[in-house]
């Protein structure tokens, strides 16, 4: 009687452990830890040097693009914006978006900082070296590549269009591609977090 016991015990506590609810997600889960990366930034009309680590224990949200994109980056930053909208003040303290240029060659710390803020207050853009920029995309898996096209500066830069959300505690979580940008899904993801 006593084995028998000991079995059902043995058998309800693995049963319960698997019966667990797994938390879902709007984003495609990624769930590695984040690299950690510095860039150059531009705070109160000055270069400064910004990491990641700077915003432990935020919710951050980072895109790749440039300035002079013509349609993704526009889209992807106002939807960034509009999710922003969707939390409540307390909230929207605990996020961070990040906008890191891939077009060092025209887009300055100045520049980022200005095109990242027309879209929201608080966002900020970073930018480095064409080396730096290129680690930290291979770190975060983002393509990019001058072409040749119309464009102000005589050539535009493909790229991935991934919004990657990375928790409080460093952990790249969940990335969006463009099909899942959705900033009512978003936020409800954030949410979460916070």
């Given at each position: 009687?006593?084995?028998?016991?000991?079995?059902?015990?043995?058998?309800?506590?693995?049963?319960?452990?698997?019966?667990?609810?797994?938390?879902?997600?709007?984003?495609?889960?990624?769930?590695?830890?984040?690299?950690?990366?510095?860039?150059?930034?531009?705070?109160?009309?000055?270069?400064?040097?910004?990491?990641?680590?700077?915003?432990?224990?935020?919710?951050?949200?980072?895109?790749?693009?440039?300035?002079?994109?013509?349609?993704?980056?526009?889209?992807?930053?106002?939807?960034?914006?509009?999710?922003?909208?969707?939390?409540?003040?307390?909230?929207?303290?605990?996020?961070?978006?990040?906008?890191?240029?891939?077009?060092?060659?025209?887009?300055?710390?100045?520049?980022?900082?200005?095109?990242?803020?027309?879209?929201?207050?608080?966002?900020?853009?970073?930018?480095?070296?064409?080396?730096?920029?290129?680690?930290?995309?291979?770190?975060?898996?983002?393509?990019?590549k001058k072409v040749k096209g119309q464009s102000e500066?005589?050539?535009?830069?493909?790229?991935?269009?991934?919004?990657?959300?990375?928790?409080?505690?460093?952990?790249?979580?969940?990335?969006?591609?463009?099909?899942?940008?959705?900033?009512?899904?978003?936020?409800?993801?954030?949410?979460?977090?916070?």
């Amino acid at each position: 009687m006593r084995k028998l016991w000991l079995v059902f015990t043995i058998f309800a506590f693995f049963a319960s452990i698997s019966c667990e609810k797994k938390e879902s997600f709007n984003g495609t889960l990624y769930d590695k830890p984040a690299k950690e990366f510095c860039l150059t930034g531009w705070d109160n009309g000055k270069e400064k040097r910004i990491c990641l680590s700077d915003f432990k224990g935020k919710v951050v949200l980072m895109f790749f693009g440039y300035t002079h994109c013509p349609d993704v980056c526009p889209t992807a930053l106002q939807t960034l914006s509009k999710t922003m909208k969707l939390l409540s003040e307390e909230e929207r303290k605990k996020v961070q978006v990040i906008f890191i240029s891939v077009d060092p060659e025209r887009d300055t710390p100045e520049v980022s900082q200005k095109y990242a803020q027309f879209f929201y207050p608080t966002f900020i853009g970073l930018t480095g070296t064409p080396e730096e920029i290129k680690k930290v995309a291979k770190d975060y898996m983002a393509f990019y590549k001058k072409v040749k096209g119309q464009s102000e500066g005589g050539y535009l830069v493909d790229h991935t269009a991934y919004i990657y959300l990375i928790t409080p505690d460093g952990v790249l979580k969940l990335i969006y591609p463009s099909t899942k940008q959705k900033p009512e899904l978003m936020a409800e993801d954030i949410k979460k977090f916070l």
